[in-house]
């Protein structure tokens, strides 16, 4: 049985100060375990599901309205490191729904709350992978932004707990529930192009510069411990908290994980590949901007599979297109090829004539796929989400391989079923060490 260690003092309800630095690791003394088969309710079929939303200053507020919207779901619980944008997103969300969820500090106070169903992630990255797993532990479903973890071990973890908890996990590349992206998959998959074997995604834009301000002592509206979760402490930066975290190793994954898991994924997609690369290579580095970020403008990567290779191409200084979008993947075959933005495709035949097109309201698509995991979380049929946690997570995986092929300047090749590189130096990047009050839990 699949254990999550909760302090004794928090059992059977909802305190609103628990201890922190002792709340898992003394457990395993003073607590008890909670089995995660038992976390969660029964949901009758007119009941409306809760959720509680954590992180909800930007994309956050944008996936917690989408849920708000649906009217078999109510958002009970906003969760926010910060004060003053926990107290705003409530009171916008009680003069939307006419409902007042209740206001949290500390995600950990959720996990026995077994009046939720489940967890809407969408902070830094440095918690995605960490917030499904306690979620999924504590008998949550859980809906998480991308990319799917801030590194390799944590999102295997991830799937792990998802799939011994029976937990409906969703990924929040959206474009997943996109009717055009079903369209182009089966297109290519009836044969009209013949032979597939080469898949190019892109990002190609004007990043601002990213420039720290002085270290300075976090506000008293900011719980700067929770923020920092299992990163290596450092002093408060008020620049790396109000987003500049992207940039930086400890936090964020780059542009690849952030922009690049979209299009590589929707490449993947059509072009039928389910599985995780036999090779990465990368070549790349930090060749414009003279600033303080640390992932790198620019990127050419190689994925190779046995028969097939998918490639990214990012550039964050360059203004021109590529084949006319800025975001976007070509896939080509032997009698065509096929052109994908974020919200359309477009199939050519080989002498370049369009023979088919399509294009979605972007806006809608959020919104089906928000419907797509509460009607999974109803059926509880995991095949029938448009983003299982592990498809999501084979996309996150690519976008850390690529950036540890350039931290390393190798070329790797990847075993899928431990998930580890034939490299010492590069599997030194497959997880991190984690501070002991947020430790990676055992799955």
């Not at 974020?342 to 698509?365: E, H, I, P, R």
């Amino acid at each position: 049985m699949v254990t999550l260690f909760i302090n004794q003092q928090t059992r059977g309800s909802i305190v609103s100060q628990p201890s922190r630095r002792d709340f898992f690791q003394r457990s395993a003394i003073a607590g008890v375990a909670v089995s995660a088969g038992l976390a969660g309710r029964a949901i009758a079929a007119n009941d409306k599901l809760s959720v509680a939303c954590i992180g909800v200053r930007g994309r956050g507020n944008s996936v917690m309205n989408s849920f708000a919207d649906e009217p078999d779901c109510q958002v009970t619980h906003i969760c926010d490191v910060r004060q003053d944008v926990r107290e705003q997103r409530g009171a916008e969300i009680k003069n939307k729904t006419g409902y007042a969820p209740k206001l949290v500090n500390d995600f950990r106070t959720l996990l026995e709350d077994k009046s939720i169903d489940a967890f809407m992630v969408a902070t830094p990255d440095h918690w995605h992978a960490m917030l499904t797993i306690y979620g999924c532990l504590a008998g949550k479903d859980v809906y998480v932004e991308k990319p799917a973890s801030h590194n390799i071990l944590e999102g295997k973890t991830a799937v792990a707990a998802a799939r011994k908890n029976d937990r409906m996990v969703q990924m929040g590349t959206q474009i997943r529930s996109a009717p055009f992206l079903r369209e182009a998959a089966e297109y290519v998959k009836s044969g009209a192009m013949g032979k597939v074997i080469y898949g190019k995604a892109w990002e190609t834009d004007r990043n601002g510069e990213v420039h720290l301000a002085p270290d300075s002592p976090a506000p008293t509206t900011l719980d700067y411990n929770i923020w920092q979760g299992p990163c290596t402490e450092r002093p408060h930066n008020p620049t790396i908290v109000g987003g500049a975290w992207r940039w930086l190793f400890d936090y964020g994954t780059g542009d690849l994980g952030n922009d690049g898991v979209h299009r590589i994924d929707y490449c993947r997609y059509v072009m039928g590949l389910e599985t995780m690369p036999d090779a990465i290579s990368c070549s790349g580095g930090k060749f414009f901007f003279k600033d303080d970020q640390q992932w790198p403008d620019t990127m050419l990567i190689n994925y190779e599979y046995p028969d097939k290779i998918l490639q990214y191409e990012m550039r964050l200084w360059s203004r021109p297109k590529l084949n006319g979008a800025t975001e976007g993947a070509s896939i080509y075959g032997e009698n065509g090829w096929i052109a994908l933005t974020n919200n359309s495709w477009t199939a050519y035949d080989a002498a370049g004539k369009v023979v088919k097109q399509s294009q979605d309201d972007m806006g809608k698509v959020q919104q089906a796929h928000v419907r797509n995991f509460l009607d999974a979380m109803r059926s509880r049929k995991r095949a029938s989400l448009a983003q299982e946690i592990y498809s999501g997570h084979v996309s996150t995986v690519m976008c850390h391989a690529g950036n540890i092929s350039w931290r390393t300047g190798k070329k790797l090749r990847f075993d899928s079923t431990s998930e580890t590189f034939d490299d010492p130096q590069a599997n030194k990047y497959v997880g991190r060490e984690h501070r002991k009050e947020f430790a990676l839990p055992k799955v």
